[in-house]
């Protein structure tokens, strides 16, 4: 089955205590991307990767890194969570040419104390 | 504005037709998309238009794009207790795509 996959889907930690949410999709799509969605704001993206080692801020990188060391997986690492990154986060996958017809992972839903 | 701006709540009776409302902020937009979500999942592409189209239908959807107001609308005939949901719409922007704050649908029935 075609789908975009997130672990942790639920995630409680405490301030300073670098994190890794991962993200792997198996469609061989080569643009990937992260977001996070907030009551009102909608989703803002995060950062994005257009293909391997190729990745680029979105609009709220502030305190997120990401890597793309291969094609199927995008990582999503908070080195030090603050309270402001409590948010739930969606992983995005589409075929080549850019973020056209983008598939959602689940969600993970981050709580940073 | 700088913003992709939606109305955040519509209500309506099962059976009567639902019309979800947004204004977008780059005319230069190629597709513009509805995406819904339903509690705790994540999002699914429902539609989507090309801005060089006007109107687009499929099924009991119907997309309306009117580029010179930036506006886009969707309708859902005959509306379901089912499509109860917050729905977004979307515009891409260089190499990001922008969202509105969604629409949550409430289906009384």
């Known amino acids: 089955e075609a789908q975009v996959t997130q672990n942790p889907r639920y995630l409680i930690t405490v301030t300073g205590k670098k994190l890794t949410v991962t993200c792997s999709q198996n469609?061989?799509?080569?643009?990937m991307s992260w977001y996070r969605q907030d009551p009102g704001l909608g989703l803002r993206q995060i950062y994005y990767s257009m293909n391997v080692e190729v990745t680029d801020k979105g609009d709220v990188p502030e305190g997120y890194k990401v890597s793309r060391k291969e094609k199927r997986n995008f990582p999503l690492i908070l080195e030090s969570p603050s309270p402001n990154q409590t948010s739930l986060y969606f992983c995005a996958s589409s075929p080549a040419g850019g973020i056209h017809e983008q598939f959602f992972g689940p969600g993970t839903r981050l709580t940073v104390l | 504005g700088e913003d992709v701006e939606q109305s955040l709540f519509l209500s309506v009776r099962e059976g009567d037709s639902s019309v979800i409302n947004c204004t977008y902020t780059d005319s230069s937009s190629t597709y513009l998309y509805w995406y819904k979500q339903e509690p705790g999942a994540g999002l699914q592409l429902l539609t989507y238009?090309?801005?060089?189209?006007d109107m687009k239908q499929d099924q009991r959807l119907t997309v309306l794009l009117n580029k010179k107001d930036k506006h886009l609308s969707l309708r859902i005939a005959d509306t379901q207790t089912g499509d109860s949901a917050i729905y977004f719409c979307a515009e891409t922007y260089n190499n990001d795509m922008r969202f509105g704050a969604g629409t949550r649908l409430t289906v009384k029935p």
């Open positions: 469609m061989n799509h080569e643009y």
């Open positions: 238009i090309f801005s060089n189209m």
